[in-house]
């Protein structure tokens, strides 16, 4: 059984960290006109919508967002057969020459995110794939690294990071449970 021990982030807190985060993606890219966002579900989705509309109100400029669902792509799951497909994906949009803004809530050992841009390249061929997470606890397992990271937060294998966010739950934060 899990036990809290810390709230990481409060709802201002995250909502300053996306803030921020929709700022250095303009900044990196030079603007939003060639960006595009997909929310790696489920948090993913609602965090991506909250920078998308950030950018906006930044840019004028309201990219577009997808969602791709990856729970059938992760290598880790062998017990669903030798060539998993993904279910639930709403792309919606062409991502060819475009670049993708992959977003997750928590980075840990970083096989999501792998199987996330294994999903976006068998859609198209993107000019780049960056990734924002809104936490990086460490731990990985495959060279992957955010492009924009909310907060770093060095975590024990025992301890596991939940994230609050509508319309999963009623309030937004990062909390740490051991």
Known sequence: ????KATLMDEEAVR???????????????????ICL???????????EIIANHIFEIE???PPVGQVDIKYYRDDLSRIGDNPRISDDNIGF??????VVLVDDVLFTGRTVRAAMEAVISR????????VVLVDRGHRELPIRGDY???????SRTEHIEVKMPPY????AVELYG
């Open 1 to 4: 059984m899990s036990v809290y």
């Open 16 to 34: 300053r960290a996306l803030k921020r985060i929709s700022h250095e993606i303009i900044e990196k890219n030079s603007g939003s006109k060639n």
């Open 38 to 48: 997909v929310g790696i579900k489920r948090r993913g989705v609602p965090i991506a």
């Open 60 to 62: 004028g400029i309201k």
């Open 94 to 99: 062409d991502i060819n020459n475009k670049t």
């Open 124 to 131: 198209g061929r993107p000019s780049g794939i960056q990734l």
């Open 149 to 155: 990271i909310g907060k770093n937060v060095p975590t």
């Open 169 to 172: 739950e009623e309030r937004m």
